[in-house]
Each structure stands twice: as C-alpha cells, then as structure tokens.
C-alpha cells in the first residue's frame, strides 16, 4: 500500500514505496492533501503512482496472475518461431545477396563488351550482331537451298538412271538432250522413279554443315579437314558431271552426231559449275549467317542468365517470412502481463485531482491550488492523457 508519513511539518516530504493500493480515488485525493496541507510535490508524485499503476481505484480490472503465466508461455513460443523464421529469413537474404552480386558481375561483363566494342570501330563490325547481314544471308540461302534439292535430285537421276539410249530417243524425238535443271513434270518423273532420290541433296547440305563446324575448330588439322571435304564434295560433282556427259557423248555416237572431250565440252562445265560452286557458296553463307546469329547469342545470353537471377530473387523475396505479426503479439502479451488495469486514465486523474482541489477550495490555498492545476496540465501533456479506455501499463523499474 502507497504510505505516507503521518506527521506533515512544513520542511517534511511525503516518502512512497511501490505497493499497488486500490482506493476511490476522489475521497483519497482530499485525505492526502489534507494531511499534506495541499503540497504540489505530494501531489505530483501521487500522479506518478497513478500512472505508473500504484494507486488505481477500486473496481479495478486487469490479468488474473494465472492469466499471466499463460501470456508468458505464449510469449516464449512465440519468440522460438521468431527466431526459426529470422533464421530461415537470414538464410534467404544470404541466398538473395550471392544472386545479386552474380546478376551485377554479368551486368559489368555485359557492359565490358559493350564498352570495348565502342572503342573499337573493326572490332564493333566483327563482334556485333548486323540483322541486315544475317537477314541477307538467309535470304540467299533458303533460295540456294532450293536450287541445291532441284539441282541434286535431277544430276542424280541424269547420271544414275537415264543412259545414253533414253537421251538417244529424246534426241530423235526432238526434246533434246535435256537441262541439268528439270521440268516439273522430270522432277516427278525422277521422284516417282525412285523416291529415294530426295535423299541426295542432303548429302550435300550435311557436307556444308560439316564445312561451318570444322571452320569452328580450334585445332590447326582443320585446314586439312576442310581440304579433304571440299575434295571429296568436288570429287563427287566431277563424277557426277564425267558421268551425265559421257551419257550424252554417247547418245550423240549413237545418233551420228559429231562428239566433243569433257575437257572441252561447255556442258560438263556448267554442271560442275552449278553443283560445286553454288555448293561452296551454300556452305560460306550458312557459316556466315551461323556466325551472325553466334555474335548475337553472347549478350542475349548473358542478359538471358541476369533475368533468370532475377526470377530466382523475385521467388526467394516471396519466401521471406513476415515477422512483424509475431513481434507486434509479443509486444502485445509482454503488456499483458505488465498490465495494471484497463479504465479511463484521464478519468482516474481527475478524480483524484478534484478531491486535491477540493482541499485547496478555501481563498488562502489559492497559490496551492494554481500550482496543482499547473502540475496537473503539464503531467496531461506530458504523457498525452486524453479521454477514453485505455490500458494502464505498470511503468515501476
């Protein structure tokens, strides 16, 4: 219980110890100020007790101790599962910051490449993706793709299945020796005799693929590899072209038609012309273009990679588990149990304050009784004390 001496001298000071005493409050208030004649010191310091939960009135409401002991159990499970998540928290943030400083490494290597490729006009050409290039060379490359299948199907069928007595009889019909470059309807013809045929031009598009992967070696054998793979596509054409001009010579012979060598013969020419050199021309754009389409690979890769941190981040963020409900319910159980009891603050200090005032009503407390207002404004002020319910919180050390 809140004492005070019983004997009040003009020199002597009210002594208060901490021991929670429940009184009706304006009854109390008169008492005290008349033992202590009215002293504003007394009267402040019963406002401390008031507030810090040592004088409270007597319908008192507050936690049960049991209450308490609850709200403490609480608390210490609550802080356990605060702590494992700040644990799972700190191991998240740790994953985040590796992630980031890998997204910015690649964003350094990005702007190094850039940068360099700026200071270097040739090296800006030879290292940076041209979509006019690139668009050019497919262009160009899906037409001689065409023209290699129709080309390849028809030297094919010429040398391997027309022979020189089947030319014989175009010849005295009247259709000629035939082109190198069929007809649609020879192409079918060609294609309904042996279906397999429109295997043969990917012999050649396989020989061009092979000449960009060797050009793409690192060992210095690949000059001889290349050396050996254009000797045998040529090799190849040169059987082709020997054979489709022998068949015509032949056909000629037997015709009663002057004849002529290969070497001198236009005709084998052109047909290795058109088969050999379109086919290497074939194969340096396909490289060209493969390497255009490289150049731009390398930083959309990088920047592919620098996207995909930036999703593995996003997902970690997500992951990071939201403490402040936790820490907001330990706070609010940790002031449970501090709690003194819940009423109306402001309600409690006025009642106690009009049975001080009471005391000092008389004309010659009236300094007394200025000095208590003023004390009571400012202890108001000071800890915010509006009207309402509110919960009283022990403030003792």
């Known amino acids: 219980m809140a004492r005070t001496s019983n004997t009040a001298t003009k020199n002597s000071k009210m002594k208060v110890t901490h021991n929670v005493e429940r009184v009706a409050l304006y009854e109390f208030g008169y008492e005290k100020a008349g033992a202590v004649k ?47 998540l700040e644990a799972s928290n700190a191991s998240i943030e740790d994953e985040i910051k590796e992630k980031e400083e890998k997204i910015e490494k690649h964003r350094q290597d990005l702007l190094k490449i850039r940068e360099s490729r700026a200071k270097d006009t040739e090296k800006l050409k030879e290292e940076s993706f041209s979509p006019m290039k690139f668009s050019i060379s497919l262009f160009i490359l899906l037409f001689l793709t065409g023209y290699l299948f129709f080309f390849y199907v028809s030297a094919a069928y010429k040398a391997l ?97 002057t004849t002529e060598h290969w070497s001198t013969s236009s005709t084998f020419y052109i047909i290795l012309s058109f088969g050999f050199l379109v086919y290497i021309v074939w194969s340096i754009l396909l490289d060209s273009m493969l390497r255009e389409w490289d150049k ?57 304050s009009s049975g001080w005032m009471m005391f000092l009503s008389p004309s010659n407390m009236k300094d007394a009784k200025e000095n208590c207002l003023a004390i009571k404004k400012a202890f108001e002020d000071k800890h915010n004390i509006k009207t309402g319910t509110v919960k009283v919180v022990s403030k003792r050390g």
């Open 38 to 84: 009215g002293d504003p010191d007394v009267y402040a310091a019963h406002l401390d007790l008031i507030i810090n939960g040592d004088l409270v009135e007597e319908p008192y409401k507050g936690f049960t101790e049991e209450e308490k002991k609850d709200r403490l159990k609480e608390i210490k499970q609550l802080e356990k599962q605060k702590k494992e």
């Open 161 to 257: 299945y027309v022979d020189f007595e089947a030319i014989a009889e175009g010849i005295a019909s009247g259709a000629g020796v035939g082109s190198i470059m069929p007809q649609s309807y020879e192409l079918i013809e060609a294609l309904q005799f042996n279906f397999l045929l429109v295997l043969v031009p990917f012999v050649f598009y396989a020989f061009g693929w092979a000449f960009h992967v060797l050009l793409e070696m690192k060992s210095k054998v690949r000059i001889v590899y290349l050396s050996l793979l254009i000797g045998v596509t040529f090799i190849v054409d040169f059987l082709l072209a020997m054979i489709i001009h022998a068949n015509i010579e032949s056909a000629k012979e037997l015709m009663g038609l």
């Open 296 to 352: 731009k690979q390398v930083s959309k890769n990088i920047k592919k990679i620098i996207k995909h941190f930036q999703n593995d981040v996003k997902i970690l963020e997500s992951k990071l588990a939201d403490t402040s409900a936790i820490e907001k319910q330990i706070a609010d159980y940790r002031e449970d149990i501090a709690t003194v009891m819940y009423g109306n603050l402001k309600k409690y200090v006025d009642q106690f």
